[in-house]
């Protein structure tokens, strides 16, 4: 018997700001697999269990190729031809196009590389700690703390000048709030395009100590490295963002938040991670008929992974729904799985590390400045789930 859902929730129940739509974790209970109806009328399904979701991602089978995306969970774009993914997009293509850019990149983002940034991670917090100390004793968090302290870091890496961060900070907040209408969306990645061709440019003319110079010296073209750098950018800001500011909003509601980041701080961020699952929705079209939990996906068929769900599963986490800071379970989804699992992960956990710890050690009476129920939550069309600010007050 297959489970059928109506339509992909767009609501998380009140009060419950962190836990994934009820109909999905209800859907999750009744079967890891569910049939799922699309607003354009395409019959697809829905993945909720953490097996099959881990399965689907390590199966080439299952396509993240763009054009073949032609349906949306949550809006119907009728009958429209989805074009191929620009070059060097690579998060929305298959090996072997994937790997010809993950592969220059890997060894730029590895363990090793990222705790060496440690340091420059700890005064980039510092820095805007002091910011947030002097003009407060209130905050907004999000524009105090959550979306610098990335933006720094990422536009670094990159070799991006952060005083440009204007001209594509808030045009890929623009790609990821959910909100943003079709006309002002295109507007906003033109701008961006625009600025990234700049930059590519004056990269090949002046080289400089930075992801992006290095990757000149190789035969990818300017359009290629362009398409990179906005896969990089609009992945490494967003989500780290809204980690850190969800994040504390959740922590702000766990009375051992300080003494379980002091004790084990690697443990904490992973199960902030796991119980907060931003990254929340992925989709992938099967590229031929593929037997999955006792039913047929047909090839071409659209499948909606519920990463967060997966998360929340009972039968791979003890009490899925509890935030439990020291929890010794590892392999969580946050970061996916597979060929496109996160390159940027090693560069957001020691972020995390870094900047959770130094916040509650700097503000320990630090508190919401408005009542839980008043924090503005992005909506479900959001790619990535969070919180549109966070207002936070202390005692001085
Ligand atoms: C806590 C913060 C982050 C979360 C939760 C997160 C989550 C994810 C997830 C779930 C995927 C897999 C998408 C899929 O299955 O199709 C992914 C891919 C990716 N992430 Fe992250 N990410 C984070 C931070 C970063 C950062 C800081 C960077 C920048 C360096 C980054 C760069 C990327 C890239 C380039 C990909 C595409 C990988 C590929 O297609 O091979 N992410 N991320």
């Given at each position: 018997?297959?489970?059928?859902?109506a339509?992909m929730?767009?609501e998380?129940r009140p009060?419950c700001?962190?836990?994934?739509p009820?109909?999905?974790v209800?859907?999750?209970a009744?079967?890891?697999i569910?049939r799922l109806a699309?607003?354009d009328?395409?019959q697809g399904?829905?993945v909720?269990?953490?097996?099959?979701?881990?399965s689907v991602?390590?199966?080439?089978?299952f396509?993240?190729?763009?054009?073949?995306?032609?349906?949306?969970?949550?809006?119907?774009f009728g009958?429209?031809e989805?074009?191929?993914?620009?070059?060097g997009?690579?998060?929305l293509?298959?090996?072997?196009?994937?790997?010809?850019?993950?592969?220059p990149?890997?060894g730029?983002?590895?363990?090793?590389r990222?705790?060496l940034?440690?340091e420059?991670?700890?005064?980039?917090?510092?820095?805007?700690l002091?910011?947030?100390?002097?003009?407060g004793?209130?905050?907004?968090?999000v524009?105090a703390?959550?979306k610098?302290?990335?933006a720094?870091?990422?536009?670094?890496?990159?070799g991006?000048?952060?005083?440009?961060?204007?001209?594509?900070?808030?045009?890929?907040?623009k790609f990821?709030?959910?909100?943003t209408?079709?006309?002002e969306?295109?507007?906003?990645y033109?701008?961006v395009?625009e600025y990234?061709?700049?930059l590519?440019?004056?990269?090949?003319?002046?080289?400089?100590d930075?992801?992006?110079?290095?990757?000149?010296d190789?035969?990818l073209?300017?359009e290629?490295?362009?398409?990179?750098?906005?896969?990089?950018?609009?992945?490494?800001?967003d989500?780290?963002?809204?980690?850190?500011?969800?994040?504390t909003?959740?922590?702000l509601?766990n009375?051992?938040?300080?003494?379980?980041?002091r004790?084990?701080?690697?443990?904490?961020?992973?199960?902030l991670?796991?119980?907060?699952?931003?990254a929340?929705?992925?989709q992938?079209?099967?590229l031929e008929?593929v037997?999955?939990?006792?039913?047929?996906?047909k090839?071409?068929?659209?499948?909606v992974l519920?990463?967060?769900?997966?998360?929340?599963?009972p039968e791979?986490?003890?009490?899925?729904?509890?935030?439990?800071?020291g929890?010794q379970?590892?392999?969580?989804l946050a970061?996916?799985?597979?060929i496109h699992?996160?390159?940027?992960?090693?560069?957001?956990?020691?972020e995390m590390r870094v900047?959770?710890?130094?916040?509650?050690e700097r503000?320990?009476?630090?508190?919401?400045?408005?009542?839980?129920e008043q924090?503005?939550l992005?909506p479900?069309?959001a790619?990535i789930?969070?919180?549109?600010?966070l207002?936070?007050?202390?005692?001085?």
């Open positions: 018997m297959e489970h059928t859902l339509a929730p767009t998380r009060g700001p962190f836990d994934p009820k109909e999905l209800e859907a999750r009744q079967s890891p569910s699309f607003p009328g395409h399904w829905l909720t269990g953490y097996d099959l979701v881990r991602l390590a199966d080439p089978r396509s993240s190729r763009k054009e073949l995306m032609k349906h949306h969970p949550l809006v119907d009958d429209i989805v074009p191929p993914a620009p070059p997009e690579f998060l293509m298959d090996d072997p196009q994937h790997a010809r850019y993950r592969k990149l890997v730029r983002f590895t363990v090793r990222m705790r940034l440690t420059r991670v700890e005064q980039v917090t510092a820095e805007h002091d910011a947030m100390a002097q003009a004793p209130t905050a907004d968090l524009t703390f959550a610098p302290v990335p720094v870091m990422i536009c670094e890496l990159l991006v000048p952060y005083e440009d961060r204007g001209r594509f900070q808030e045009n890929v907040d990821m709030n959910g909100e209408g079709e006309e969306l295109i507007a906003a033109t701008a395009q990234l061709a700049e590519v440019a004056a990269k090949r003319a002046n080289p400089t930075d992801v992006l110079s290095e990757l000149t190789s035969d073209t300017d290629e490295l362009r398409g990179m750098a906005l896969i990089l950018l609009a992945a490494g800001l989500t780290t963002t809204n980690m850190l500011a969800l994040g909003f959740a922590l509601r009375p051992g938040r300080l003494a379980a980041l004790a084990e701080p690697e443990r904490a961020v992973e199960e991670l796991r119980y907060l699952s931003v929340k929705t992925f992938r079209t099967a008929d037997e999955l939990g006792g039913h047929t996906i090839a071409g068929t659209a499948v519920s990463y967060h769900t997966a998360n929340r599963d791979r986490f003890t009490d899925p729904h509890t935030l439990d800071l929890r379970e590892g392999g969580h970061f996916g799985h597979g699992q996160c390159l940027g992960q090693q560069l957001a956990r020691v900047a959770f710890t130094a916040l509650f503000f320990p009476t630090l508190r919401l400045a408005v009542p839980a924090v503005a992005r479900e069309t790619d789930y969070g919180v549109k600010s207002p936070v007050t202390w005692l001085d």
